[in-house]
């Protein structure tokens, strides 16, 4: 889902699949990129190779899952977009389509908390429940590239539970300048590495060309979406939920740090170590397929309203407000819990500088912790995290 594909590229075209795909820009089924003198739609064309660039041919480099078909959804080249638009787009073809990768999002300017709308939501919630006939759409999110001055956790699309968020590294294993810090980033890949243009992600480019440049965690999520493929060429029975929790157990710190030293490693609750830089660290898709192969899908998913606390919280300036909800978690129901997955806390919080505003929520197995996007104006944000436990 992006500004368009290329897909009369050589290094593309015998992967392109085109009953999947869509122009809703100009309302046709030709997801070609604009090209006009003062603008250049290439974005979606490299991400494209990033996935499905053939191989042994000579031409530009080679995807991460080059036998996989790629489509094109063409939406994000208009003067605005619009809640219908992204909704159609998340919801094109869920049967054809097994993931949509989407590196974009709210803007990048540490003061925007942003998300889908109503339409996009329900889009993306029908297809994680019902997309590729009940096995679940997956749906794979770049985190942003705001760097410290911004946050993901502000950013709906990226921060969602029915999203897979991904971050990027440089090849030492330092996180890039531009990556932002989140709770629900799940994992990372591989970008560019300094401010240096010239180290970037070689893949194709307009009119059959290639690139070196591609760059951000724009390129970091269809390496995620090729890694996905993969997995699913070998276990294509694997639901959206059996994705997250591969790439939860598969996923490996290696070396990756945080240059300034600011976010540590964590280890939760079953042991499993955690950065808000690069969630579970840096997808692994040789152990990711290996355990695909093997995998026995995970049961159904129950959803269990753990509880509420109504009322008006004053927060004392530089003090904190602990909120405590004890939850039977639907024990004796249709729905109880017995296996914790995803968490949501669904906050409505007026601050006059929201950006000073930390929430940390814990539990005996896992802590959270998040902060808010700097906005120096006073605003009630309805605000809602998630985290896969």
């Known amino acids: 889902m992006d500004d368009g594909v290329d897909y009369m590229h050589p290094d593309l075209r015998h992967n392109f699949n085109a009953r999947a795909s869509y122009d809703f820009s100009s309302n046709d089924p030709y997801p070609y990129p604009r090209y006009t ?8 064309t490299r991400c494209a190779g990033e996935v499905s660039a053939a191989r042994d041919n000579g031409i530009c480099g ?30 094109h073809e869920p049967h054809l389509i097994d993931i949509y ?38 749906y794979v999110w770049a985190s942003g590239d705001g760097g410290e001055d911004d946050d993901c956790n502000c950013d709906g699309y990226a921060a ?23 709770s629900s980033t799940l994992a990372s890949t591989f970008s560019n590495g300094a401010r240096d243009p010239t180290t970037g992600v070689a893949t194709t480019d307009l009119y059959g060309k290639c690139t ?46 945080d240059g300034k030293g600011r976010f540590h490693w964590l280890m939760n ?18 152990a ?53 997955e995803h968490v949501q806390a669904v906050l409505t919080i007026n601050a006059t500088r929201r950006g000073a505003i930390q929430i940390a929520t814990r539990q005996c197995s896992w802590k959270l912790k998040v902060r808010l996007a700097l ?11 998630s985290r896969l436990c």
């Open 37 to 44: 003198d003062d603008w250049f739609n290439s974005h979606g």
């Open 160 to 182: 969602s539970m029915w999203t897979i968020s991904i971050n990027s590294a440089i090849n030492d294993g330092e996180n890039a300048h531009y990556d932002e810090s989140c």
């Open 269 to 286: 609750g079953v042991g499993l170590e955690f950065n808000h830089l690069f969630g579970y660290g840096v997808l692994d898709a040789g």
């Open 62 to 91: 080679v995807g991460v899952a080059y036998g996989s078909q790629v489509a094109g959804i063409r939406m994000l080249d208009q003067p605005y977009m619009t809640d219908l638009i992204e909704a159609n787009s998340m919801g």
């Open 101 to 138: 990768s989407a590196s974009w999002g709210p803007t990048d300017d540490g003061k925007t908390v942003d998300g889908p709308r109503n339409a996009t939501m329900r889009a993306i919630v029908r297809g994680v429940n019902e997309g590729r006939r009940g096995l679940g759409n997956i």
């Open 288 to 340: 990711m397929v290996a355990l695909a192969k093997q995998w026995k899908t995970v049961p159904a998913r129950f959803h269990c309203e753990g509880g509420t606390k109504q009322g008006l919280f004053e927060i004392p300036s530089n003090s904190s407000v602990f909120l405590e909800i004890e939850s039977p978690a639907c024990v004796g129901t249709d729905t109880e819990v017995n296996y914790l």
């Open 212 to 257: 070196r440049t591609h760059s951000g965690t724009s390129a970091a999520a269809p390496e995620a979406a090729g890694v996905f493929a993969l997995a699913l060429e070998v276990n294509s029975q694997l639901s959206w939920r059996d994705i997250q929790h591969l790439t939860v157990l598969t996923s490996k710190r290696n070396s990756l740090y």
């Open 375 to 385: 906005a120096l104006t006073p605003k009630s944000t309805t605000w809602s995290t």
